[in-house]
């Protein structure tokens, strides 16, 4: 198995609304990581989780709030988001805190919020 | 201020031609360097990587050539074909630090 899934694949929510985005891999990767797109702009780094701790904050509002249960999942919530956070979210593996590593994404997740 | 930087937006190309994907850098620490494809709504897809101890990295139809003197380097596609119509990012890092995307240039396979 050579993916990394992301759920859902698409999520409409209001600005009150609380909502969870939902990573998986079963590759064995140790690192895992949570990029922001907007359109025609490039990805931009959020989060990254070595060996199940956060190392890399990007200074995300608190809004989005990462949480790695295990080696194999990663979570994004999410709480009172503002319409600018409209984005594909994708998330992202590797063997380690290695970027050489960095060749899995997920399709990710097309959020909108109203 | 833009680390990595992919100049032109889009280029056509004929289907079995030749395509170059340029990308220019500003951060001489930038050591090791990547190409990623994506499809619209997908997630970037990991094509071809060269270390800066490298000047060429070679995978089946893809080739990426790295000047650095130049700052510079390029993915070449031969021959093209039609599924390669996606967006191109080059992404660079240093030491291992995070990776720095550049805006990406959209390819289009011409019939």
């Known amino acids: 198995d050579t993916e990394v899934t992301q759920t859902p694949k698409h999520l409409v929510m209001g600005m009150t609304n609380k909502k969870s985005l939902k990573c998986e891999q079963h590759?064995?990767?140790?690192?895992m990581y949570w990029y922001k797109q907007k359109a025609k702009k490039p990805p931009e780094l959020m989060f990254v989780?070595?060996?199940?701790?956060?190392?890399i904050n990007e200074s995300v509002p608190s809004r989005f709030s990462p949480e790695c249960p295990n080696s194999s999942l990663l979570n994004l919530h999410l709480h009172a988001l503002q319409p600018e956070d409209s984005a594909l979210y994708l998330c992202?593996?590797?063997?380690?805190?290695?970027?050489?590593?960095?060749?899995?994404f997920g399709s990710g997740t097309q959020l909108s919020v109203l | 201020d833009q680390q990595v930087k992919q100049n032109s937006p889009s280029l056509s190309v004929q289907e079995g031609r030749i395509s170059i994907l340029n990308c220019d850098y500003t951060n001489s620490m930038f050591d090791y360097f990547l190409w990623y494809k994506k499809y619209p709504a997908e997630g970037p897809t990991f094509l071809i990587s060269?270390?800066?101890?490298?000047d060429k990295n070679e995978d089946g139809r893809f080739t990426v050539f790295l000047n650095k003197s130049a700052k510079h380097l390029s993915l070449h596609i031969v021959p093209s074909q039609p599924g390669d119509s996606a967006v191109y990012f080059c992404a660079a890092s240093k030491r291992d630090d995070k990776i720095i995307f550049g805006k990406g240039t959209r390819l289009h396979i011409l019939p």
């Open positions: 060269i270390s800066s101890i490298k």
């Open positions: 992202a593996s590797s063997q380690d805190r290695t970027v050489r590593t960095l060749r899995f």
């Open positions: 989780y070595s060996y199940e701790k956060l190392s």
């Open positions: 590759m064995g990767h140790r690192a």
